[in-house]
T-cell receptor, first 114, second 112 residues
Framework: ETGVTQSPTHLIKTRGQQVTLRCSSQSGHNTVSWYQQALGQGPQFIFQYYREEENGRGNFPPRFSGLQFPNYSSELNVNALELDDSALYLC?????????????FGPGTRLTVT | DAKTTQPNSMESNEEEPVHLPCNHSTISGTDYIHWYRQLPSQGPEYVIHGLTSNVNNRMASLAIAEDRKSSTLILHRATLRDAAVYYCILRQKIQGAQKLVFGQGTRLTINP
C-alpha cells in the first residue's frame, strides 16, 4: 500500500509568481485535504476535495485553488504569491463515508517566497 | 472555530507514562477530539480520536472529561521514538467537509 506522496519537496518562488503543488493520495482514498503550516505553528485547513469538487474551505483567499483528478491525485495552486505564503504545505487523504475519517498526511512541500 | 489549548512543551523519562492535557472549552456537541503527532520533517500522524467515551488503541489512551471541555492523551510507556509535537485537534464539519482544527501543539521530549 503506497502512502501519500507530495512533490516537489522544496520550492523557491518570487513574490507575485504562481505555484502548483502536487499530491498523490493513498490507494483507495477518495478525499483530499490541503493544509498550510507556518513555521512553529499547527497546520491550518485550506480546503477539501471529494469526488473532484471542493466541499469545504477554510479562511483562505480565492488565489488559493485546487483540483482533484479522477485518480484522486490533487493539485494546490497559489496565484500572486505573497511573502506570508512561505510555509509547509501538507496534503492529507482520507476515505469519506468510512469512520473514523482518519486523515493520512504526506511529508509536505516547503515553499519559500522571496 | 472552536479552539484547543495545550502546554507548549513537556518532558518525561523513557518507559514512564506521559499525560498530555488539552483544553477545548468551546467544543460543540458534534466535534470529535483527535490527537495527531508530528515528527521532524514529517507530516502529522494519527494517534487516536474520540467523541464522549474514553478510548484505547495500540498507541495510546484518550481520556475525555464528562463535560467534554478537556481531554488527556496517555502514552503508557514512553519510548525515545515518541518524542514529537502532539496536536490536540477538533474535527469539525464545514459545509460538506470534515476539517481538522489544529492548536499550537505540545513538544514532548523523552529523556533516556
Amino acid at each position: 500500500e503506497t502512502g501519500v506522496t507530495q512533490s516537489p519537496t522544496h520550492l523557491i518562488k518570487t513574490r507575485g509568481q504562481q505555484v502548483t503543488l502536487r499530491c498523490s493520495s493513498q490507494s483507495g482514498h477518495n478525499t483530499v485535504s490541503w493544509y498550510q503550516q507556518a513555521l512553529g505553528q499547527g497546520p491550518q485547513f485550506i480546503f477539501q476535495y471529494y469526488r473532484e469538487e471542493e466541499n469545504g474551505r477554510g479562511n483562505f483567499p480565492p488565489r488559493f485553488s485546487g483540483l482533484q483528478f479522477p485518480n484522486y491525485s490533487s493539485e494546490l495552486n497559489v496565484n500572486a504569491l505573497e511573502l506570508d505564503d512561505s510555509a509547509l504545505y501538507l496534503c492529507a487523504s482520507s476515505l469519506t463515508g468510512i469512520l473514523p475519517y482518519e486523515q493520512y498526511f504526506g511529508p509536505g512541500t516547503r515553499l519559500t517566497v522571496t | 472555530d472552536a479552539k484547543t489549548t495545550q502546554p507548549n512543551s513537556m518532558e518525561s523519562n523513557e518507559e514512564e507514562p506521559v499525560h498530555l492535557p488539552c483544553n477545548h472549552s468551546t467544543i460543540s456537541g458534534t466535534d470529535y477530539i483527535h490527537w495527531y503527532r508530528q515528527l521532524p520533517s514529517q507530516g502529522p500522524e494519527y494517534v487516536i480520536h474520540g467523541l464522549t467515551s474514553n478510548v484505547n488503541n495500540r498507541m495510546a489512551s484518550l481520556a475525555i472529561a464528562e463535560d467534554r471541555k478537556s481531554s488527556t492523551l496517555i502514552l503508557h510507556r514512553a519510548t525515545l521514538r515518541d518524542a514529537a509535537v502532539y496536536y490536540c485537534i477538533l474535527r469539525q464539519k464545514i459545509q460538506g467537509a470534515q476539517k481538522l482544527v489544529f492548536g499550537q501543539g505540545t513538544r514532548l521530549t523523552i529523556n533516556p
